[in-house]
Each structure stands twice: as C-alpha cells, then as structure tokens.
C-alpha cells in the first residue's frame, strides 16, 4: 500500500528567502506524486504533480521539484517566497489503476517580512 | 469552466439529526470523492464514486453514506450525526485513472453539538 508522511507540519521563512517543502513517499510500483495547496477558506488546488517522463517538474507559482525514484523524494522547491504562498500544502500519493490518492497531515507554511 | 460547488458551506447540527451534503462538478468527470480534513490528521478518504450508482467505501466509512444517481452529483448523508463527525469535508471530482488530477469545493464546515 502507498503512503506518505510529512515530517514538518509547520515551517517558518522570511520573503524572499528560498523554500523546500518535504514529503516521505512509501510506495510499490511506478508511483503518482502529487502536490496540491490550501489557501485559507478555500479547496485544495494542485500544485506539482509527477508521473512519468522529465524528472523535472514546473508548478505553478514559481515552484518546480524533481522526482528522485533512488530517494523516493519529490520535495517543491521555490527560489524567492512570498506572503501569498503562506497556505497549508499537502503531498498524495497514488498508485496504478484503481488507487486513490492518499494524502499526507500538511505542511503549514507561514511567510513573514 | 470547471467547477466544483459544495452546499452548504457552513452547517450547524445536534447530535442525532440527520445531515445531507451535497456536491456538483460541471467537469463530467466519472470519479468522485468525499474526504473530511482534521487537524493534524490530513485529509481521509470516506467514499469514492467510480460513476453513478458504483460506490466503494473508503478508509473511514462507519457512520456516513453516499448516493450518486446523476453523474454530475454526489451526496454524503449522517444518518444521526455524532459530534466526533464535527469537521471540514471536502468533496472532490477526477477523470478516472489515478494519474488524475483531483479538483475539489471549497469544503463544508459541519458542528454537531
């Protein structure tokens, strides 16, 4: 069965400041790496997803990751923060046909001046 | 324009009423989903629709049920609704292979007091 955990359920960084977000994948089989963020008072909306093909990955809002399968690592990344990205963002995680995403506890992001 | 819409958004119950929430996607996706979302605990899933009238049980079914009779239209119900149901649920709509990317609502804040 697939699985994720996110070890920082809050983190902390100034504007302007770069940022990786970290997620543990445990899976079998060719995963399906998603990222989605969660704007106050609002649905999830995606942000990252990978399966297949270029490792390297464009997001929206300026983010990018890169699957590692050696790692099981698919951690966004993004050069110069801003207070709109402070959001809660989740990392899922599926599998092949007939899985649904399993979702991780958040990453609260809080962007200060 | 792709849309999921949640009604209510805010639903205030007592402990043992009856609670109907209801979800549209304009997307005529086949898959549909309801996940609740508690703090520290993510999102988890409760039941998946793979089209009308095909309804799987997710990870925490007890206590809920669905009914999907259009397929652009899905229902939770609690029947007598507990106050541990008191939470953030989120309907969401995907194409059907599990590559897919999940569109949600906006979430329908439920109390049971």
């Known amino acids: 069965a697939q699985s994720v955990t996110q070890p920082d359920a809050r983190v902390t960084v100034s504007q302007g400041a770069s940022l990786q977000l970290r997620c543990k994948y445990s899976y079998s089989g060719t995963p399906y790496l998603f990222w989605y963020v969660q704007y106050p008072r609002q649905g999830l909306q995606l942000l990252l997803k990978y399966y297949s093909g270029d490792p390297v990955v464009q997001g929206v809002n300026g983010f990018e990751a890169e699957f590692s399968k050696s790692n099981s690592s698919f951690h966004p990344r993004k050069a110069s923060v801003h207070w709109s990205d402070s959001a809660v963002y989740f990392c899922a995680v599926s599998r092949n046909s007939g899985t649904y995403q399993r979702f991780g506890t958040g990453t609260k992001l809080q962007v200060v001046p | 324009d792709m849309k999921v819409t949640q009604m209510p958004r805010y639903l205030i119950k007592r402990m043992g009423e009856n609670v109907l929430l209801e979800c549209g996607q304009d997307?005529?996706?086949?898959?549909m989903y309801w996940y609740r979302q508690d703090p520290g605990l993510g999102l988890q899933l409760i039941y998946i629709s793979y089209d009308v009238d095909s309804n799987s049980e997710g990870d925490i079914p007890k206590g809920y049920r669905v009914s999907r009779k259009k397929r652009e239209h899905f229902s939770l119900i609690l029947d007598s609704a507990k106050t541990n149901q008191t939470s953030v649920y989120f309907c969401?709509?995907?194409?059907?292979?599990?590559?897919?990317?999940?569109?949600f609502g906006a979430g329908t804040r439920l109390s049971v007091l």
């Open positions: 997307m005529s996706h086949e898959t």
């Open positions: 969401a709509s995907s194409l059907a292979q599990s590559q897919n990317t999940l569109y």
